[in-house]
């Protein structure tokens, strides 16, 4: 018995190492490439470099004025996050205190919306934002990273609301509280674990985010990281020792803060979905 469970540890070991290395394995090509030459690059993308071509980060740096993608990718990410909590938490508390035939059906919109694809909305949304003078515009584009985030913050914090206990708001309510007060000093401070998952989970999407700014913002000035790498990639002739130094800058940001939350994230995603 003890040697078939001994076997077994051995192949979950194995299995989950090699499943690391897949997962890091790409890491390590981006990494290594962006600081060798393009010739090298070509020649020998798995190899380590020769001589390390530092350089190439300032080069890369001053070309696209990587403080200011930096900058625009922050303002968006942030603005965009922000509004999800601020509009899904409250949404999601009264669908679950509020129970009725309006708010299954609603919440049934709120899932729904999730399984849409996106590819399928695209010629109507620019369209809209044209009409409504969104395009080419940070805040154009952290408004409808709002609507196409809250499907996904309002199931999770659904879930998890279910299991904070109603005697608390009901206490609060006996006390004089009205609901603007009683979700922000009673409810929300509960919703700490929950809150931080939302937080990693959109603002991993809204940072690599390639396709929704493509579509919205057009100025130089406004891009984002993944856009300005694109700037690179032509159609006779791929840059990749200019843009493999910008997407290593790009990623550093985004897994320091994902490093730092992550402990948080498996807590959460638990209690959010599979509650109630």
Not at 4 to 21: E, H, N, R
Not at 32 to 53: W, Y
Not at 85 to 93: K, Q, R, T
Request: aromatic share 14%.
């Amino acid at each position: 018995m003890r040697s078939k469970t001994w076997i077994i540890q051995i192949v979950l070991f194995v299995s989950l190492a090699l499943l690391a290395f897949m997962f890091l394995l790409p890491f390590y090509f981006i990494t290594i490439n962006s600081v060798k030459s393009f010739s090298e690059i070509m020649k020998s993308p798995a190899a380590l470099p020769a001589k390390l071509q530092l350089k190439n980060y300032e080069i890369a740096i001053r070309q696209i004025s990587f403080i200011r993608m930096l900058f625009n990718s922050l303002i968006i990410s942030i603005g965009s996050v922000a509004g999800m909590i601020v509009l899904g938490s409250p949404a999601a508390w009264k669908l679950v205190r509020v129970p009725s035939r309006l708010s299954a059906v609603i919440f049934t919109f709120y899932v729904a919306a999730m399984v849409i694809p996106f590819q399928s909305v695209m010629i109507p949304l620019v369209k809209v934002a044209s009409e409504t003078n969104l395009l080419d515009s940070r805040l154009g584009l952290i408004i409808i990273y709002w609507g196409f985030g809250q499907p996904f913050t309002v199931f999770l914090y659904h879930g998890f609301i279910k299991g904070v206990p109603l005697e608390l708001e009901e206490s609060a309510r006996l006390d004089g509280c009205n609901d603007f007060t009683m979700f922000h000093a009673i409810v929300f401070p509960l919703l700490k674990t929950i809150t931080v998952t939302v937080i990693i989970l959109q603002t991993l999407w809204v940072w690599n985010d390639f396709l929704l700014p493509s579509l919205i913002l057009y100025a130089k000035d406004l891009q984002t990281i993944p856009l300005s790498i694109n700037r690179f990639f032509g159609q006779y002739k791929n840059q990749w020792d200019k843009a493999l130094p910008i997407l290593v800058l790009g990623i550093l940001p985004i897994v320091l803060f994902f490093l730092s939350l992550q402990r948080f994230m498996i807590k959460g995603i638990a209690e959010g979905a599979v509650k109630g």
